[in-house]
């Protein structure tokens, strides 16, 4: 039975005025959680994490946890200084949270050897299961098939959020059957539950969230043809979600639904006016 499975969002971090706005926080988490989200995952990419002090964090996945139950949210713990990176857990986990999300040290470029070590140290310090995130196009190292086989041995490292670009790893992940194998690429959903992945770690399901979950749940009860239905109709949303860097346009589109303020922390920006015109034709 898979721990995490189906649409997990990866949350966005409103701000207003140049601080985390708790109130909007709180709504949006209830909102996305009442239309079928699986779980939330706190303070990654989307959540702009790299521009938040550990303070900050803190506040955002404490606010979050006052409306969603602790075994439906994940935290993001990010960093290529290992002695913090642990210090961090430490302070994270005095929390009963379903998990944390924890990427390959970005920029140093460490070895395989050096991956499985960090994996590794993080793993043993935790006492909360793990998921691993490959995404090479940020950290500039990717976790190798035979390390993430290693891996998959410790048994607090259950899960995989999964941007390799590699589809041969991908089948052979989800073939081994040791791993969750969640998408971190939204329009690989539909592939990677057909595939027999677990689910998506998803940004556009801030939008239409009960669609995506509903084509969860058509595939899983093997209607095919229905579930892609849906998912070529969700694909268009999609698409203009990361047309600009994530996520802006994810942003835009909530502050539409007048969910939340279109703000980012520099040096992220709002998406273009071309683009907020765009998604006005979309909007649901």
Known sequence: MSRFSGIWVALVT??????????????????????????LVVCGTSGEAAAL???????????????VPASRVVMGLAGNNQVAVLARLQRIQSRP??????????????SQEGLQLFFQAVAD???????LYDIP?????????????????????????????????????????????LTGEDEQI???????GSGAISAAAHVRTADFAAMVSLLREGDLLAGRALFRQLLPWIRLAFSEPNPAPVKAMLAM????????????????????????????
Not at 58 to 63: N, P, W, Y
């Open 97 to 110: 949270l379903a998990g944390v999300l924890v990427p390959a040290p970005y920029y140093i470029r460490p």
């Open 137 to 181: 196009y940020r950290s500039a190292v990717s976790l190798e098939l035979q390390t993430l086989r290693q891996l998959a041995r410790h048994p607090r490292i259950v899960a995989i959020k999964d941007c390799g670009g590699d589809l041969r790893k991908t089948q052979a992940l989800i073939a081994d059957g040791q791993l969750d194998v």
């Open 257 to 284: 639904q007048g969910l939340i303020a279109d703000e980012l922390r520099a040096p992220m920006l709002r998406c273009s006016d071309a683009l907020r015109e765009r998604l006005r034709i979309e909007l649901p």
């Open 190 to 196: 539909f592939a990677t539950l057909c595939l027999g």
């Open 125 to 131: 310090a935790s006492r909360l299961p793990i998921i």
């Open 53 to 67: 002090d550990e303070q900050e964090q803190l506040a955002v996945l404490d606010a979050v946890l006052e409306v």
């Open 14 to 39: 409103p701000f207003r005025g140049g601080q985390v706005d708790l109130p909007a926080l709180r709504s949006l988490a209830a909102h996305l959680i009442d239309n079928g989200a699986a779980g």
